[in-house]
C-alpha cells in the first residue's frame, strides 16, 4: 500500500513551459485534491475532485488544470509556467462522508521552481 | 468566508517544555477540526480529530481540546522532543449540502521549533 504518490519531486522550468504533476493513489479514495504551499501562506486549495469525471475549482485555480479519468490518478497541469507558480504542491486524498471518515493523506509533494 | 486562524505564528521552547497552539474558526456548519503535523520536507499528517461532541482527545504526548461554543481549540504538547519540532496545521471542515464532510479550511499552522 503506497498511499499517496506524486512525482516528480523536483522540477524547474522556464517561464511559459508547461509541464504535468502526476499524482496517484492506491487507497480507492474518492475525494483527491491538490494544494500549493508558499511560504507564510499555509496550504492553498488549487482544484479538488470527488470522484472520476468530476473536478472542481478550490481557491487559487488559475493557471492550472485537472482531469480526473479514474479514481486512483488526479494529474495537475500548468498550461504556461509563470514565476509565481514557483511553490511546493501537495496532493492528498481521503474518504467522502462521514465527520470521521476524512483524513486527508498527502503525497510527499513536488518543489516546483519556474524561472 | 470560513477561516481558520492559528496562534502563535512561530514557537520556540527548550526540549522538556510544555507547549500550547491555538486555533480559532468561523467554518459553519461545523463538521469536525483536525491537527495535522507537518514534518520539514513532507506532507502533513493527521495527529487528532475532534467532532462536534468531543471536548477532548489524546494522542500519545498531543492532546487536542475543542470549545465549540468560542469556535476555539488547542494543541497541547507535553514534556516536548526534538521531533516535536515542525509546523502544526487546523484544519476544519464544514458539513455539505449532502450531509457529508470534505469541505476543509486549512490555517496558515504554527512553527514549532524544539531546543536542545
Known amino acids: 500500500n503506497a498511499g499517496v504518490t506524486q512525482t516528480p519531486k523536483f522540477q524547474v522550468l522556464k517561464t511559459g513551459q508547461s509541464m504535468t504533476l502526476q499524482c496517484a493513489q492506491d487507497?480507492?479514495?474518492?475525494?483527491m485534491s491538490w494544494y500549493r504551499q508558499d511560504p507564510g501562506m499555509g496550504l492553498r486549495l488549487i482544484h479538488y475532485?470527488?470522484?472520476?469525471?468530476?473536478?472542481d475549482q478550490g481557491e487559487v485555480p488559475n493557471g492550472y488544470n485537472v482531469s480526473r479519468s479514474t479514481t486512483e490518478d488526479f494529474p495537475l497541469r500548468l498550461l504556461s509556467a509563470a514565476p509565481s507558480q514557483t511553490s511546493v504542491y501537495f496532493c492528498?486524498?481521503?474518504?467522502?462522508?462521514?465527520?470521521?471518515?476524512?483524513?486527508?493523506?498527502f503525497g510527499p509533494g513536488t518543489r516546483l521552481t519556474v524561472l | 468566508k470560513n477561516q481558520v486562524e492559528q496562534s502563535p505564528q512561530s514557537l520556540i521552547i527548550l526540549e522538556g517544555k510544555n507547549c500550547t497552539l491555538q486555533?480559532?474558526?468561523?467554518?459553519?456548519?461545523?463538521?469536525?477540526l483536525r491537527w495535522y503535523k507537518q514534518d520539514t520536507g513532507r506532507g502533513p499528517v493527521s495527529l487528532t480529530i475532534?467532532?462536534?461532541?468531543?471536548n477532548t482527545k489524546s494522542n500519545g504526548r498531543y492532546t487536542a481540546t475543542l470549545d465549540a461554543d468560542t469556535k476555539q481549540s488547542s494543541l497541547h504538547i507535553t514534556a516536548s522532543q526534538l521531533s516535536d519540532s515542525a509546523s502544526y496545521i487546523c484544519v476544519v471542515s464544514e458539513t455539505s449540502a449532502s450531509g457529508g464532510s470534505y469541505i476543509p479550511t486549512f490555517g496558515r499552522g504554527t512553527s514549532l521549533i524544539v531546543h536542545p
Open positions: 486555533c480559532n474558526y468561523t467554518v459553519s456548519p461545523f463538521s469536525n
Open positions: 475532485s470527488v470522484g472520476a469525471g468530476i473536478t
Open positions: 487507497m480507492n479514495h474518492e475525494y
Open positions: 492528498a486524498s481521503s474518504q467522502l462522508g462521514t465527520s470521521g471518515g476524512n483524513e486527508q493523506f
Open positions: 475532534m467532532t462536534f461532541s468531543e
